[in-house]
Nanobody, 128 residues
Framework: QLQLVESGGGLVQSGGSLRLSCVAS????????MGWFRQVPGKEREGVSC????????HYVDSVKGRFTISRDNAKNTVYLQMNSLKPEDTAIYYC?????????????????????WGQGTQVTVSS
């Protein structure tokens, strides 16, 4: 079973940047479609961005388009989320996720999310 570990979260001022990383182990990472999701207390988990096996196709939720960039390095078993121009409403726990199923990226990102494996999450806090 694939295991995912996120890192890179933290506290940043509005307008700042963070880069999240998610390292995969115990599985064949290149076979998994990957995504980043986020959740705030009392709300459903939201798909932020998803990326295909080769990294050539991506999907973003409208609220992050032009600010966030997802990428993957299959040689390093890692998926990244570069977050620029951060806003207080981006504050959430960010989760890395994976699926082996053949689904299009918009379906994977949901709602609801179509994934089988979740990371433990990393907190991102954007102060105003």
């Amino acid at each position: 079973q694939l295991q995912l570990v996120e890192s890179g979260g933290g506290l940043v001022q509005s307008g700042g940047s963070l880069r999240l990383s998610c390292v995969a182990s115990r599985g064949t990472f290149p076979y998994y479609t990957m995504g980043w999701f986020r959740q705030v207390p009392g709300k459903e988990r939201e798909g932020v961005s998803c990326i295909n096996l080769s990294g050539t196709t991506t999907h973003y939720v409208d609220s992050v388009k032009g600010r966030f960039t997802i990428s993957r390095d299959n040689a390093k078993n890692t998926v990244y989320l570069q977050m620029n121009s951060l806003k207080p409403e981006d504050t959430a726990i960010y989760y890395c996720a994976a699926t082996l199923n053949t689904v299009d990226l918009q379906t994977m990102c949901g709602p609801p999310p179509r994934v089988e494996v979740w990371g433990q999450g990393t907190q991102v806090t954007v102060s105003s």
